[in-house]
């Protein structure tokens, strides 16, 4: 059996992560990106449109994700995120919008039936969702934060799928991709409390309580959602990489704080 995710590195050092279920379709271009082989300080590949950075060196870093992965930059849909729970549905006049139009703000999620154009959510330590419906051709990039995720925004892309396209989410693939796990999400007992307010005592089986500390799985707790919404636990890949154990390799907020670049979750119909 192969491995849920792929690592694939260029000549040129940038690596990123597909999830095989999805590249197995033949239907999709999809890459979470990794800090490896960009221009930014240090050859880190920032793609924060929203950082620090020298914007020019993030877009130099856009056009080399996009080079390695298949992606076009000039198709791409950038969301302006604000850890909420709106996904929006996107066409060809939203082509380009963040990178060379102003972006989409207020926006967590993403979903298109359009082939080629790339949706593109960012993260660093967050939780990138990709979902793809193979039968309606549907696809959709969802940020789900601790907030988003207590906002059940994996459920609601679900939703907005049916609503939207017609999707049945028996067919629908979810790939979670690298995130803050459950060895580093540490809290305190406002956001345990707000995770057991909306998930009941159900997630307290994915909750370690250390002294006044809490350690949420938040991976299992989207697959949970996932699986309530419809989705089949056997379409769901997860990379169960931790953003902060594997900081060489990715952006992590907790580990670098405000300095931390971000990382990218795109998709695109071929
Ligand atoms: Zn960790």
């Known amino acids: 059996m192969r491995a849920p995710f792929e690592r694939i590195e260029t000549k040129e ?3 990123y992560y597909q999830a095989t279920a999805f590249t197995q379709t033949g239907l999709v271009r999809h890459a979470f990106s990794t800090r490896l082989g960009g221009a930014s300080q240090g050859g880190q590949l920032n793609l924060g449109r929203n950082t620090p950075d020298d ?6 870093n856009y056009r080399r ?3 390695a992965t298949g992606l076009c930059s000039h198709r791409m849909v950038l969301s302006q995120q604000v850890h909420g729970d709106h996904i929006a549905a996107v066409g060809e006049a939203d082509a380009g919008r963040g990178l060379y139009a102003p972006g989409l703000s207020g926006v967590d999620g993403l979903m298109t039936d359009v082939p080629g154009l790339a949706l593109a959510t960012f993260y660093a330590d967050c939780t990138p969702l990709l979902l793809l419906d193979p039968v309606r051709r549907v696809v959709a990039s969802v940020h789900s934060g601790w ?6 925004i994996g459920a609601k892309a679900v939703a907005a799928m049916q609503a939207q396209y017609g999707c049945d989410p ?3 693939l979810v790939a979670i991709g690298p995130a803050i796990g459950p060895c580093h999400f540490e809290v305190d007992a406002d956001v ?4 057991v307010a909306t998930f009941g005592d159900a997630c307290l089986s994915h909750i370690v309580t250390k002294g006044a500390k809490f350690y949420i799985d938040t991976h299992a707790i989207n697959v949970t959602e996932l699986c309530r919404a419809g989705i089949d636990r056997a379409h769901i890949s997860i990379s ?5 154990c594997h900081v060489e390799e990715f952006f992590s907020y907790r580990a670098e704080g405000a300095k931390a670049g971000r990382l ?4 695109a119909l071929q």
């Open 240 to 244: 169960g990489l931790c953003t902060v």
């Open 192 to 195: 345990r409390d707000l995770f």
């Open 65 to 67: 994700f996009c080079h």
């Open 13 to 15: 050092g940038l690596a």
């Open 55 to 60: 914007q020019a060196q993030v877009l130099e």
């Open 170 to 172: 028996a067919d629908i």
């Open 147 to 152: 907030r988003g995720t207590v906002q059940r």
């Open 264 to 267: 990218c979750a795109a998709i």
